[in-house]
């Protein structure tokens, strides 16, 4: 930022009587020094050191009387030197500009005149878009101190902005129009070779054009210009062909020089991009007979810019030369090898030694090994090795790409589908079970229906039914991990759900864990399950707790913070979209995970705790009701220093309305017998017995069928049916199919589905309307409380 400055000056200017203070203690200092020489009987000095004394003092008085005033320093200081300012705005190759505070433009760099013909800043912007973040990144200038701007539309362009508030009393501002970066690797290469890299070759004596398929110029560098162009002034439009002769020996001529041109080396480069393989860089350079082109300074300059790891070798295998890519690619950045086996591991060196030597020594071709480097032998990359003839000692060209973000990706996609697998299987089991515990369940209640608490067997039915509510749960989780899971999402802040369980998390963590948390500003809100969300904080806190039991203690620090788009897009992460998040943060000081374990935590029944002591569903589940939710989860662990679990829930900004109803009590016993006519589908006989029998003790009649043609047959027989029960997933025809059939005759007819998956799972075939859901497995009060619900919709 350009700032005008001076020194801060602690004193002042002395007023009129103050400034002869000095002058009056020197003459009373004479006074007294001349009346000690009299009294001593010294006259004569006493006189002369008088007259010396006057002397002085009339020079003092003229030197004051002369003195200028001091200069205003608020005058310097609201006076800038604009050609100074001007100067500097030079020194940046983007367009920058110095406005007052009502937009006039004070001082602009030769790049902003050039492409905006000195206007101002804030008039720029061409469509309304533009202009409304344009202005408020200049209030946010003022506000902040600084402020910016993406994707401004101007009439030069699409531009980046970034705002300053600058000098001494800032009230100025300083504009900066940054040109966006590009992407396209087309247009990256045209770009490159009209920039500095096409400079650094043409300085290298090395002449450089991009082609396409059709071998059409698309962009060449300055010496290319100069030579292969000269009388046509443009290459728009011109063809390789047209401009390069190709002679004898591989050597060309370029036919503007004609036949008294020098010959030249030629080297073509595909472009290192999926699909764009036919375009590709054409290098020319000058090839004297008595020096090999493989020793040539301008191959050595050309090699070192190319962003792929390229290197030369001889017939012996020997390397000649390589570029910084390929030794940052092979590891060896610093040091020197000898062989192109030196890079590989072990097992691998004879077939690399025996490729090179056979491409050296036989036909001009080409091909790719897999091979593992020594310096990571784990992950195996691809190794191009390339036959070359008539360039000197050069007889073998190797090509190395670094390929670890590419086996990063692979890697996570391997785990991702290893996950969904595993989750289908937990889905499909947990179903089936459920249908086994509804069994369960319901006869429990049954039974209990005709025992009162006293009685001898009603303890022991009582004990059935809790263990079997607990295996209910367990398949819970298993559906959370499989993302199966019925959750009851409602928008809601994270502050307030981890509000709500840190009373909980004090009384599980014990004495020995301090509890630490943090809330930040600006959260927004979530759509999630609160519920879900909050067995979440207690998985990873349970945990966190025993991972600290060895360590003898530790802190627990639970944070909740705001992550803006742009904060997202700083961190360049590959799997978490660009978007605003509310992130939660659950860190301990524990032992830390293992690397090696570091990518198995999130799955299902891995634990690394005692036999008996860990069911390994717990991070499975958090890790399943994040993925439900929308929300991403990351794990960061050092090992001795602790790890830290980072959730990033979606901002919803949705009304936080819905899901704020107060619930209603919950009925009595009483108010749940009905009447009328119930069709129950369903094709487990033992879930079908349980709900008939259910059904029937709270007053309704119940006409049963195995499957979806069965119960057609009973709705077209034509007799009453106030309510039709049908599980979801059947053999031959499932529930939704049957609804629809029987809804063209009975169109009003209630339905209530109950299936073992989850709603969410089954929301697209059961979207029909007067429809409700009974998750698996349910009890009998349940049941018939959903029956009374779905027959109340009229």
């Known amino acids: 930022m350009l700032q005008q400055e001076l020194p801060l000056l602690d004193s002042r200017p002395v007023d009129g009587a103050s400034r002869w203070l000095i002058p009056a203690i020197a003459v009373a200092s004479a006074l007294t020094g001349a009346g000690i020489l009299w009294i001593a009987g010294s006259g004569v000095a006493a006189l002369l050191f008088l007259g010396v004394a006057a002397a002085a003092l009339c020079a003092v008085f003229l030197v004051r009387r002369g003195n200028p005033v ?170 390789l062909a047209e401009l390069v002769q190709v002679g004898e020996e591989g050597l060309c001529r370029l036919v503007a020089e004609g036949e008294i041109g020098r010959p030249l080396r030629a080297v073509h480069i595909p472009l290192d991009a999926p699909g764009l393989e036919d375009y ?137 589908t290893k996950m969904q697998a595993v989750g289908q299987l937990a889905g499909g089991v947990a179903h089936d079970f459920n249908n086994i515990l509804t069994a369960i369940i319901g006869h429990c209640d049954l039974m209990l229906m005709r025992h009162t608490p006293g009685d001898s067997d009603y303890d022991d039915i009582q004990q059935i039914k809790s263990n079997s509510n607990r295996a209910a749960g367990l398949t819970r989780q298993l559906l959370a991990f499989s993302r199966q899971q019925t959750l009851r999402p409602q928008v809601l802040q994270l502050t307030d759900v981890v509000a709500e369980v840190s009373h909980l998390l004090k009384r599980l963590l014990g004495e020995t864990v301090k509890l630490v948390v943090k809330h930040g500003r600006n959260l927004g809100p979530v759509r999630a399950d609160p519920g879900q969300l909050e067995q979440v904080i207690v998985n990873l806190a349970v945990n966190a707790r025993d991972a600290m039991a060895g360590e003898g203690g530790g802190t627990l620090t639970i944070q909740t913070y705001a992550v803006l788009s742009d904060q997202v897009a700083e961190l360049g992460s590959d799997i978490l979209p660009i978007a605003d998040y509310s992130a939660l943060s659950v860190a301990d000081t524990g032992c830390g995970i293992p690397p090696n374990v570091l990518g198995k935590i999130f799955e299902p029944f891995f634990t690394t705790k005692e036999v008996g002591k860990g069911t390994g569903l717990g991070l499975s589940t958090v890790y399943g009701i994040v993925k439900q939710s929308g929300g991403f989860i990351f794990a960061d662990s050092k090992v001795g220093e602790g790890t830290r679990f980072v959730i990033y829930l979606p901002v919803n900004r949705a009304e936080a309305e819905a899901g704020k109803a107060p619930r209603g009590p919950k009925p009595k016993e009483h108010e749940l017998w009905g009447s009328g006519t119930v069709l129950l589908v369903e094709d487990e006989p033992m879930v079908r017995t349980v709900a008939e029998r259910a059904l029937t003790r709270h007053g309704y009649t119940v006409i049963t069928a195995s499957n979806g043609e069965e119960a057609l047959e009973v709705i077209e027989r034509g007799g009453e049916i106030a309510l039709l029960i049908s599980d979801v997933v059947m053999p031959a025809m499932d529930g939704p199919t049957m609804v629809r059939e029987a809804r063209k005759t009975r169109p009003d007819l209630p339905i209530l589905f109950m299936s073992g998956y989850a709603e969410e799972q089954l929301r697209k075939s059961i979207d029909l309307d007067k429809v409700a859901f009974l998750p698996k497995p349910f009890s009998v009060q349940e049941l018939a409380e959903a029956a009374r619900k779905a027959l109340a919709v009229k």
């Open 70 to 239: 001091p200069p205003d320093l608020q005058q310097l200081v609201a006076a800038p030197d604009f050609s100074l300012v001007g100067a500097m705005l030079g020194l940046t190759r983007d367009a920058a500009a110095l406005t007052s505070a009502d937009g006039t433009l004070l001082a602009a760099n030769s790049c902003y005149r050039e492409r905006f013909d000195g206007r101002r800043p804030d008039t720029l912007p061409s469509d309304s878009d533009s202009a409304q973040a344009l202005a408020a990144a200049r209030t946010m200038a003022w506000r902040d101190g600084g402020g910016c701007a993406s994707g401004i539309v101007t009439e030069a362009g699409c531009f980046a902005v970034e705002i300053e508030k600058a000098g001494a009393r800032s009230d100025l501002l300083l504009w900066r129009f940054l040109k966006p970066v590009t992407s396209d690797p087309v247009a990256l290469s045209v770009a490159r070779l009209r920039g500095k890299a096409g400079e650094l070759l043409g300085n290298a004596g090395v002449l450089a054009a991009f082609v396409d398929p059709q071998g059409k110029l698309l962009s060449s560098n300055s010496a290319f210009d100069s030579r292969a162009l000269s009388g046509r002034g443009t290459n728009a439009g011109a063809s």
């Open 280 to 416: 590709g860089n054409f290098y020319l350079f000058d090839s004297p007979d008595t020096l090999p082109l493989s020793s040539s300074q301008h191959l050595q300059a050309m090699l070192d810019i190319l962003p792929i790891g390229l290197a030369l070798a001889d017939r012996d295998g020997r390397f000649l030369t390589m570029n910084d890519a390929f030794g940052i690619a092979a590891g060896i950045k610093g040091t020197r090898a000898v062989y192109p086996g030196d890079l590989v591991v072990k097992e691998d060196k004879a077939a690399v030694a025996d490729a090179v030597r056979r491409h050296a020594r036989g036909p001009a071709m080409s091909g790719d090994f897999a091979v593992r480097l020594a310096k990571g032998p784990k992950e195996p990359v691809a190794l191009t090795i390339a036959g070359l003839r008539g360039l000197g000692d050069a007889a073998v060209l190797l090509l190395l790409k670094d390929n670890s973000e590419e086996a990063k990706l692979k890697r996570q996609v391997a785990q991702a």
